[in-house]
Structures are given as C-alpha cells and as structure tokens.
C-alpha cells in the first residue's frame, strides 16, 4: 500500500479571482494505491526485516485501485520511472458510479 499525501498541486490553471473553486484547488487530498496480499499473518509480520519482499497476490500487468480520499477514483498499473515506483493511470471512475 502507497500512500501520499499532496499539499500543493503541480498545476493550476489561471481561474478568475471570483472562481469558488479557486480556495479549494489547493486542498489537501489523500492518494492511495493498493498492491492486494492474499495471505498475511502476525508470523508474516513479526518476520519482517529490512530487505525483506512481500509478495503481492496481484498479477503483474493488472490494474491496481486508485483511491483519493477513500473513494475509488480510476485503476492503475504499478509502473518506475526513474528511481520511484510509481502508477500509470489506465481508466477513471465516471462520476456517477461513485454517487450512492
């Protein structure tokens, strides 16, 4: 599981100053990403140690959940650039799946 938290966005567009949506663009949001493991126990974690892998029961290539504030948002796939892991969105939620 990946979490980070972003403080300030990378890009805003330039908005009116009497936009309302502009007082909330740079509102902290909760991104997380989950690798699923299938089978993780209190032995499992007590043998935890520096280097140790934990195996993720998720297939390489499938698409990992995308949550922002615990609302699933869109699906990814687990993807390094550079020296980070990081995630490719492939699809976003439609906005009235995530509604009720």
């Known amino acids: 599981m990946a979490e980070k938290t972003i403080t300030k966005p990378e890009l805003i567009v330039d908005q009116p100053l009497n936009d309302p949506w ?47 504030n615990g609302q699933v948002i869109g699906w990814g796939e687990f993807d390094v650039v550079e020296d980070a892991l990081a995630i490719r969105l492939t699809e976003l939620c439609d906005a009235h799946l995530q509604q009720g």
């Open 22 to 68: 502009k007082q909330v663009m740079v509102l902290p949001c909760r991104l997380r990403v989950e690798a699923p493991v299938a089978v993780f126990t209190v032995a499992d974690l007590l043998g935890l140690s520096p280097g140790s892998l934990v195996r993720s029961s998720q297939k390489e290539g499938s698409p990992a959940s995308v949550q922002v």
